[in-house]
């Protein structure tokens, strides 16, 4: 019963080995940031359902914020995001873009 065991888990052992050798190898790049992504590939990740939108689970949500496309291009600018964050959205994207 013992030498079937331990073939079993040397067969095992060697599956394993060769499973990780035919793997490509990680390059620097892979690696670098795998912690910390930007937000534009962060929202390509995890699209976020919208509000307004009826899911059929009674009443609609809110009427859709008319400003959320100039949020959004204020949000991928890291100066404007900074600066929305201490003056507001609206004064922080009048001052990079124009009238918002």
Same mark, same amino acid.
């Given at each position: 019963?013992?030498? *079937?065991?331990?073939? $079993?888990? *040397?067969t095992?052992?060697?599956?394993?080995?060769?499973?990780?050798?035919?793997?490509?190898?990680?390059? $620097? /790049? #892979?690696?670098?940031?795998?912690?910390?992504? #930007?937000?534009? /590939?962060? #929202? =390509?990740? $995890?699209?976020? *359902?919208?509000?307004?939108? @009826?899911?059929?689970l009674?009443? !609609?949500? !809110?009427?859709? @914020?008319?400003? =959320?496309?100039?949020? =959004?291009?204020? /949000?991928?600018? !890291? @100066?404007? @995001? =900074?600066?929305?964050?201490?003056i507001?959205?609206? /004064? $922080?994207?009048?001052?990079?873009?124009?009238?918002?």
């Amino acid at each position: 019963m013992r030498p *079937l065991v331990l073939t $079993a888990l *040397l067969t095992l052992a060697a599956l394993c080995l060769a499973g990780q050798a035919g793997a490509k190898p990680r390059t $620097a /790049e #892979s690696g670098r940031g795998a912690a910390f992504v #930007s937000k534009q /590939e962060g #929202s =390509e990740v $995890a699209k976020r *359902l919208r509000r307004y939108l @009826d899911q059929g689970l009674g009443a !609609p949500g !809110p009427y859709p @914020d008319p400003l =959320e496309a100039k949020r =959004e291009v204020c /949000e991928l600018n !890291p @100066d404007c @995001d =900074e600066l929305a964050d201490h003056i507001g959205f609206q /004064e $922080a994207y009048w001052r990079f873009y124009g009238t918002a």
